[in-house]
């Protein structure tokens, strides 16, 4: 599957994650599963502005994820063209 592949080529980046709750999560990403789950460390888990909670790792259910932010200098073009 594609969309693994390019979850491969984002392993150990920084990254956004929305969940559909609203609630905005700041990691990196260290693993992911086929049913697209994703493990991220160093993480923030921000509520709003003002209340933020740090961990050392989080797991994401993959039916939770809104979207996903990368990073800008991350060069798309390039890692899809590797697909």
Do not use: A, H
Request: proline share 1%.
């Amino acid at each position: 599957m594609k969309i693994l592949q390019f979850f491969k080529k984002l392993l150990n980046e920084f990254i956004t994650i929305e969940l559909k709750n609203g609630i905005i999560i700041y990691g990196t990403l260290f693993k992911f599963d086929k049913s697209m789950n994703l493990y991220l460390k160093n993480v923030k888990k921000s509520f709003n502005r003002e209340k933020s909670v740090y961990f050392d790792s989080v797991s994401i259910r993959g039916s939770m994820v809104r979207y996903i932010i990368l990073p800008n200098w991350v060069n798309l073009d390039l890692i899809l063209s590797e697909i």
